[in-house]
T-cell receptor, first 113, second 112 residues
Framework: KAGVTQTPRYLIKTRGQQVTLSCSPI?????VSWYQQTPGQGLQFLFE???????NKGNFPGRFSGRQFSNSRSEMNVSTLELGDSALYLC????????????FGPGTRLTVT | GENVEQHPSTLSVQEGDSAVIKCTYS??????FPWYKQELGKRPQLIID?????GEKKDQRIAVTLNKTAKHFSLHITETQPEDSAVYFC???????????FGKGITLSVRP
């Protein structure tokens, strides 16, 4: 099976802009979680989608949003970008709603200038 | 919410020696504890995990132990090799909604 894919791999944006990141999970997996990774804060949970429904959300402002499509692909959107949003954004794929194992994609490196 | 602490933050061992990385968690509802290895510039890779109904799990040179009473779990790597050098993250999850809470990570260096 193909692994988790994320596009784009790299992005450079300026403050105030918005950005959309995409994640395609492992075939057959229905759960997609998003994480932000920074040197200072480590890996922090953003939100999780299962069958097109957001089931859990982390402690991030409303500028961070996401959605999931019927084919399980997921997107996350960040509006009104701030310098502090510069990070590696990782998505993780899980096989079922009650499954435990999560497999990460390669991430999207977002730089906000 | 859950809080996962990982210590030490760095660990250096001689090739062939064993390495032990410890994590503590706060939420007694957590029942799933994975370990991820992240090499520089790469994605976190799931290397081993354990569920709360098991006390120990082994996979070749790596093992994980869980003490539910004390709320801590540990990663054991035996016969370390230079390719084991990476950042290791522990995490905890209640298993309900795939929300992993990660520790800050430990940088393991294996000296040849």
């Amino acid at each position: 099976k193909a692994g988790v894919t994320q596009t784009p791999r790299y992005l450079i944006k300026t403050r105030g802009q918005q950005v959309t990141l995409s994640c395609s999970p492992i075939s057959g997996h229905r759960s997609v979680s998003w994480y932000q990774q920074t040197p200072g804060q480590g890996l922090q949970f953003l939100f999780e989608y299962f069958s097109e429904t957001q089931r859990n959300k982390g402690n991030f402002p409303g500028r961070f949003s996401g959605r999931q499509f019927s084919n399980s692909r997921s997107e996350m959107n960040v509006s009104t970008l701030e310098l502090g949003d510069s990070a590696l954004y990782l998505c993780a794929s899980g096989s079922t709603g009650g499954s435990y194992e999560q497999y990460f994609g390669p991430g999207t490196r977002l730089t906000v200038t | 919410g859950e809080n996962v602490e990982q210590h030490p933050s760095t660990l250096s061992v001689q090739e062939g020696d064993s390495a032990v990385i410890k994590c503590t968690y706060s939420d007694s509802a957590s029942n799933y504890f994975p370990w991820y290895k992240q090499e520089l510039g790469k994605r976190p890779q799931l290397i081993i995990d354990i569920r709360s109904n098991v006390g120990e799990k082994k996979d070749q040179r790596i093992a994980v132990t869980l003490n539910k009473t004390a709320k801590h779990f540990s990663l054991h790597i035996t016969e370390t090799q230079p390719e084991d050098s990476a950042v290791y993250f522990c995490a905890a999850d209640t298993g309900a909604n795939s929300k992993l809470t990660f520790g800050k990570g430990i940088t393991l260096s294996v000296r040849p």
